[in-house]
């Protein structure tokens, strides 16, 4: 990947994950900055990574080739209008419900914007990354996003902006999905007479090695789930326990919530801007 100057607007996790990732992949710390208000958090990360910080946004931002936007989507319109690039500078958003459009209307002077949508596994390099370019970006460009990215986890291409939103709303979200069940499965296993303890070791190490049968098999996820199920069974029974339940709706309609959720963001947005 090249080495070029690069700035992170925001000093958050995700942006200290993907900073992480790049100097795990050897990307040269000299040509990494992070922009962020809070001092302490600018002491926290000049310690663990080395690398250069500013309070100020536009500090030495005119070095800077790539911008990668790592702000709360609440806050975007203020700090993207202030910033002071030029349509060379190659723009990365993994803010969530706010639109290439939207970006480049925040601030005329900005060229091409590439949206990413991580998710928190990001934070250990496991993340998922959906990706969305415009037809006018270059395959160079194409490419440092997608370098960067794969820093912290796997990467997907999608073709329509609209499918960023649907990411969101499967990856960027479905960790929280997971954790729930997780909660709920502990929750369950104390209230029928395991201890804490007990309840959790045994309930994460079933999410963990349940994970790893649906990464290293070749198996689909209702394969695995008929080779649990035995006719007559507990497993069956608690299965049919959830379809009765309608549980599939459930996840859809709560998936269909973080989908229209993220799309009211960038509407509400563009109704500001005119």
């Known amino acids: ?48 990574f080395s690398v250069s910080t500013y309070e100020n946004n536009n500090d030495n931002l005119s070095e800077c080739s790539v911008v990668v936007l790592c702000i709360k989507p609440q806050i975007a319109h203020k700090v993207i209008a202030d910033l002071k690039i030029d349509k060379n500078t190659l723009i990365i958003s993994i803010m969530a419900g706010i639109s290439t459009s939207n970006i480049k209307n925040f601030n005329k002077n900005i060229g091409t914007v590439i949206r990413a949508m991580p998710n928190t596994p990001a934070l250990i390099g496991s993340g998922a990354t959906g990706l969305y370019a415009p037809d006018f970006a270059t395959l160079k460009q194409k490419n440092f996003a997608e370098s960067a990215l794969r820093a912290v986890g796997i990467t997907v291409w999608v073709k329509k902006e609209q499918q960023i939103d649907i990411i969101t709303a499967v990856s960027g979200s479905g960790p ?90 960038n509407k509400n947005l563009s109704i500001e801007l005119k």
Not at 3 to 21: C, D, E, H, T
Not at 187 to 199: F, R, T, V, W
Request: proline fraction near 2%; glycine fraction near 6%.
């Open 176 to 265: 929280a999905y997971f954790f729930l069940f997780v909660e709920l499965l502990i929750k369950s296993a104390i209230d029928l007479g395991l201890n804490p303890e007990q309840a959790q070791l045994l309930v994460l190490q079933t999410a963990a090695g349940s994970a790893k049968m649906l990464l290293e098999s070749n198996l689909q996820p209702n394969v695995l789930r008929q080779q649990v199920t035995s006719k007559g069974g507990t497993t069956e029974a608690a299965i049919n326990c959830f379809a009765k339940n309608n549980f599939d709706k459930i996840i859809n309609d709560a998936v269909l919530c973080a989908y229209k959720k993220t799309q009211s963001m």
């Open 1 to 48: 990947m090249l080495n070029q100057k690069i700035r992170f607007i925001g000093g958050g996790n995700m942006a200290q994950s993907l900073v992480a990732g790049l100097l795990n992949d050897n990307y040269d710390k000299n040509n990494i900055s992070i922009s962020e208000p809070q001092s302490k958090t600018r002491q926290d990360i000049r310690a663990r």
